[in-house]
């Protein structure tokens, strides 16, 4: 194996251990900047995947921002049809996710097989949409839904891997299903590949519809040796229904396959239909208390849960301080070094607003764009060192009940900035700021 945890890694008679935590074992896949492995807890002795990704490629990608905010949320989400993604542990030039490990292999192999009766692939359906409901109502949508990523689990349940990772390259698996030559392009809703700006929740329905067709058909709806001829079929929705497709299948798969985004089925419209219905048991969906790991049931709405402190107790912990040692910031960190950041379990909106207060009595001129209604710019009018001092809050959701609020300056001296941030910026926003960057929990 090679090296995959720079100095946090020791062998021991031929074993290789991370993190004194995880024995590494076999590859099992690998992806453009991603490989995963196998491995064992040492003290549960729990099998777990683990994915390695390289920071610089991530970042030379682009991807930090995506990936930031939607593990901050599915590192604590739990639902029986979606792939645990259970720690991140990162060093100086990779980062280490540790899943669920999954081994009843792809849900594919069943259709390489033959396509699937009617009930059979019905169940499967469920589940996906089970899983896929629930994450969107997290915020997060999966943007990569196809084959690859469905798996089964020793009962024979489905789950769906890597939500929230689906921007990283998945390992590849060779099972030679459905893999025409343009590979995953065939389960891709036409807004994204015309890539002109796309809802990823609604582009995630889509791609449901091509894995249900597939179930029952055994064969992708939209087929073409030549990639541009089959990208006109899926630009036009153009596909036939196999003769042993039920007539509420074929009006279901119609419904979802609408090339018009406005004008494609909701998933909660989905779930209300007779054919879904029929013998669905909506499963158990899990998160995290705020004040320890024990999980408790999903129940009532976010409303209704309490005010004082957020849901998801971990999300900022994530990216700013997992554990010493460990600190993740730098994974996401852009060019621009003189950033920090700070979480707070106010809305957007409310977080603003003092922003913009606070911006007045340090007696800051506001020079607000219309363009993003979360981004405040603040300037000093007096002359600095190197000009006037130009600061930029911008607020991102995280989660529900939690906000990450992110200051860069965007001119001016650097010491001035840290300095302003220090003595201005932080006694002025101390009554919203759940946790600063970096800050021990003994703090």
């Not at 792939?83 to 899943?99: N, Q």
């Not at 055994?218 to 630009?235: A, D, S, T």
């Amino acid at each position: 194996m090679e090296d995959c945890g720079d100095n946090h890694h020791s062998t021991a008679g031929g074993r290789k251990i991370i993190f004194g935590k995880y024995e590494m074992g076999r590859l099992l896949g690998q992806g453009t900047f991603a490989k995963v492995y196998y491995a064992k807890d040492l003290i549960s002795s729990e099998s777990v995947a683990i994915k390695v990704i390289k920071k610089d490629q991530v970042r030379k990608e682009g991807l930090m921002e995506q990936i930031t905010r939607e593990i901050s949320v599915m590192r604590l989400v739990r639902h029986p049809n979606v792939v645990e993604l259970k720690e991140v542990m990162a060093t100086k030039r990779r980062v280490f996710f540790v899943m669920e490990y999954i081994t009843g292999g792809e849900l594919f192999a069943k259709v390489v097989k033959g396509k699937l009766q009617e009930d059979v692939a019905r169940k499967y359906f469920q589940q996906l949409i089970s899983a896929v409901d629930f994450c969107h109502s997290r915020g997060v949508s999966h943007r990569d839904l196809k084959p690859e990523n469905l798996l089964l689990d020793a009962n024979g349940d489905l789950k769906v891997s890597d939500f929230g990772l689906s921007a990283l390259p998945e390992q590849l698996r060779n099972d030679g299903l459905l893999h025409t030559q343009c590979g995953t392009p065939a389960y891709v809703a036409p807004e994204v590949l015309r890539r002109k700006g796309y809802d990823g929740a609604t582009a995630d329905i889509w791609s449901c519809g091509v894995i249900l067709y597939v179930l029952l058909a055994g064969f992708l709806p939209f087929q073409h040796e030549n990639i541009m001829h089959m990208y006109k079929k899926i630009f036009k929705a153009e596909y036939e229904f196999p003769p042993w497709f039920s007539v509420d299948s074929r009006r279901l798969i119609s419904k979802i396959l609408m090339v018009d985004p406005s004008r494609r089925i909701t998933i909660p419209a989905i779930m209300r239909l007779p054919w879904f219905l029929k013998g669905f048991q909506r499963p158990l969906a899990f998160s995290i208390k705020e004040s320890d790991n024990n999980e408790s049931k999903d129940g009532g709405t976010e409303s209704e849960k309490s005010k004082t402190s957020p849901p998801f107790y971990n999300a900022f912990e994530f990216i700013s301080s997992m554990s010493s040692g460990f600190d993740l910031s730098n994974m996401f960190e852009k060019n621009r070094k003189s950033s920090s950041l700070f979480t707070s379990t106010y809305s957007a909106s409310a977080i603003v607003k003092k922003l913009e207060s606070a911006a007045k009595k340090l007696n800051l001129q506001l020079l607000n764009s219309k363009q993003n209604e979360y981004k405040v710019k603040m300037q000093r009018t007096s002359e600095g060192r190197k000009g006037k001092l130009s600061v930029t809050a911008e607020v991102f959701a995280v989660a529900p009940e939690v906000s990450v609020v992110e200051f860069s300056k965007s001119a001016g001296d650097t010491l001035e900035y840290k300095k302003f941030c220090e003595e201005d910026v932080r006694p002025a926003l101390n009554d919203i700021v759940w946790r600063w960057q970096g800050e021990d929990d003994n703090n």
